[in-house]
């Protein structure tokens, strides 16, 4: 059986899943840069063609997007575990960030790349909260209005940050 994790390694393992969706965000950054190249080579002669890698396009803009959500909510996160370490509120300072990141993964999957760790993380974070069923009470509700607004401002911060910088890499 594993081992329940300490806030200290969550906090680390919450670390090491943005610096990996960093990486993720730059292997994607440069598809887009390659795609956009392809399209403009390709504009005055095959117009179908641009038109499919223009989609394609749009569709990885997207899940770029998704990305620098899901970074903004572990950035959140982050943040509050190092809060909880240093002042101990763990079950109100946490279950809204774990609520919106759980939210976040219904409506977006997961990165392959980080789903394991991601996967991992939640569980974690489920055995180190007090009882109340873990987190389990999390996911079969609605998610609460704390909730939501987390995720709306996680989805704003993403926005501010890609109208700042189109290429901006994460954990900055």
Do not use: C, W
């Not at 594993?2 to 943005?18: Q, S, T």
């Not at 840069?33 to 990885?60: G, H, M, P, W, Y």
């Not at 997207?62 to 950035?75: A, F, G, P, S, T």
Request: glycine residues 2%; proline residues 4%.
């Amino acid at each position: 059986m594993r081992r329940k994790k300490d806030l200290a390694e969550l906090l680390i393992d919450v670390k090491l899943l943005r610096r990996k969706l960093a990486h993720s965000l730059a292997k994607l950054d440069k598809r887009i840069e390659s795609l956009e190249a392809l399209v403009i080579q390709s504009s005055s002669t095959v117009s179908a063609f641009s038109a499919r890698v223009a989609k394609e396009i749009d569709q990885l803009e997207n899940v770029r997007k998704r990305i620098y959500v899901l970074d903004v909510l572990l950035e959140m996160l982050e943040i509050r575990l190092e809060t909880v370490i240093s002042l101990g509120s763990l079950v109100e300072s946490l279950r809204p960030v774990v609520s919106a990141l759980k939210e976040l993964s219904k409506s977006f999957p997961i990165p392959m790349e980080i789903s394991p760790d991601f996967d991992d993380l939640i569980s974690s974070l489920s055995s180190v909260l007090p009882s109340e069923g873990g987190l389990s009470f999390l996911f079969k509700q609605r998610p609460s209005e704390e909730t939501l607004s987390i995720l709306k401002e996680a989805e704003s911060i993403a926005n501010m940050k890609i109208k700042e910088g189109n290429r901006e890499p994460l954990n900055s």
